[in-house]
């Protein structure tokens, strides 16, 4: 791969810069709507038994995560929801600012209670190798469970494209330099010694995908609609269930629907995040 090459594929866009030390932008540009993509075009029976792999390489099918609430068990009784956001290369400096300014925006406490209808969570998803996890949660700041899809299989299964174009905008999510991005990518992969092969399919682009599980689980079409909120996570039964995956069952109370979808198009093309706390309806 040539310099040029290795430049524009590794980064994908720009660099983070040191966020304490820039100074206040003002208020960030409102996001542009984005209509769901058609929810059909998501076929859960397809997807649910291809398997991803945790930090300590320990196999769960999709549907393990998203049938499991919140707070790890099933909740027969509840509608609850997971947001996957799947991530490019583990290197991707334009992924990172972006789990960066997610983890920064959306804290998981603010997942269990109102303004939102249903308990939510979020669970990243990247295209590398599950022994780069532990760093790459570090390097983000991310809180929320990341896991490795190394075969493609779920990316391709939900047609997530390949990719290197840049796209025509630059996002709010990574306000830096494409050299200084590309730069810091380069670093971090040469820093990480034998895992410089490790960190996923460069052309591998992901985006998001929102599934709600539960008798009153919703279609895409109900995005918008005021649904009423209910109590969850106050019995102390629930507070103590241990994260497990939950089994996979055939019962009607565990419908699980996909309520929106984004693919990304280009390697900067992930929905920005004043608009993704919109659509899980916590603004």
Known sequence: MSGGSFMYATAGAEMRPDLKSMPNPGPAPKAKPRKSEDSASVDLTKVADLHVLSAD???FSFKDLYLRSSHGAASHSQTHRTLFIFVRHFFCGVCQ????MLSASIKPE????PPLKYPTQIIVIGCGEPSLIPWYAETTSCPYPIYADPSGQLYQALQMTK???LGETKPAYSPGTFVGTTLRSMKQMVMSGPSIFKGGDFK???GELLIEVGSGAATHTDIAEPLPYKEYGSSEEEKTQTQTPHPATSGQDEQAHVVWVHRMQSTRDHTEVPELRK???LD
Do not use: F, R
């Open 57 to 59: 390489g320990k196999s």
């Open 97 to 100: 600012d972006y789990l960066q």
């Open 110 to 113: 603010a997942l269990n209670s």
């Open 163 to 165: 990719t290197l174009s």
């Open 204 to 206: 591998q682009v992901g």
């Open 279 to 281: 659509i899980i309806g």
